[in-house]
């Protein structure tokens, strides 16, 4: 019933269109400014920096990475879509923590327990996560394929439209002509079976 709503496609909605248009401006834009940044730490950036509120800085990234790991398992509990998002964001914690821990740490008696952490623990439970979300998006696009009438393997996530203007946009052209081809099979079947009710009937 859901899937029969007509909907207006979201990228048709002028304040839409517009939104898209700026946000795509911005991120190029940021993506110029940090190209021009990166360069110029390279060469202007210390070796070696003595920082304060060190303890602060690590803390607030394992108080981060707690609140991401509980988000997960509430959202997974209670079986929600936003379970994407959080995985997501927890192991991008996870490999920022991995990272800044072993690079910090080189040269430093602590070094080995900082590689050892990262290659057992942290990377991988972020590939675990990242993965999990990628099955997550997967099974959504597989579901959608099974209500278009198309048995064949999910297309990958990067040829898949953002929206979807009905269903058998997320397809790609060749799916997308199977799936109508057995929709208008399954129609056909239906009218079939129909016709011969009638019959019965009189």
Avoid at 7 to 27: A, E, K, Q, T
Avoid at 32 to 58: E, S
Avoid at 59 to 65: P, S, T
Avoid at 184 to 195: H, T
Wanted: with cysteine.
């Amino acid at each position: 019933m859901l899937a029969a709503i007509d909907m207006p496609h979201p990228l048709r909605d002028p304040v839409n269109v517009r939104r898209r248009r700026v946000g795509l401006i911005v991120v190029m834009g940021i993506c110029l400014i940090m190209t021009g940044w990166i360069v110029i730490l390279i060469f202007q950036l210390p070796r070696d920096y003595k920082v304060t509120h060190w303890r602060g800085v690590w803390v607030g990234l394992d108080i981060a990475e707690l609140a991401g790991f509980a988000g997960t398992w509430l959202a997974a509990w209670k079986q929600r879509q936003v379970l994407v998002f959080f995985m997501i964001f927890t192991g991008t914690l996870l490999l920022a923590d991995a990272w800044f821990d072993v690079v910090l740490s080189y040269g430093n008696k602590g070094f080995g327990m900082s590689l050892f952490s990262a290659i057992v623990a942290e990377v991988p439970l972020a590939i675990l996560l990242y993965a999990g979300a990628r099955r997550l998006v997967r099974l959504s696009v597989l579901e959608i394929m099974r209500l278009e009438g198309v048995r064949g393997p999910v297309p990958p996530l990067w040829r898949v439209p953002l929206f979807a203007d009905g269903l058998e946009e997320t397809l790609p052209n060749r799916l997308r002509t199977l799936g109508a081809r057995n929709q208008r099979g399954a129609m056909s079947q239906e009218s079939r079976l129909s016709r011969l009710s009638q019959h019965d009937r009189r």
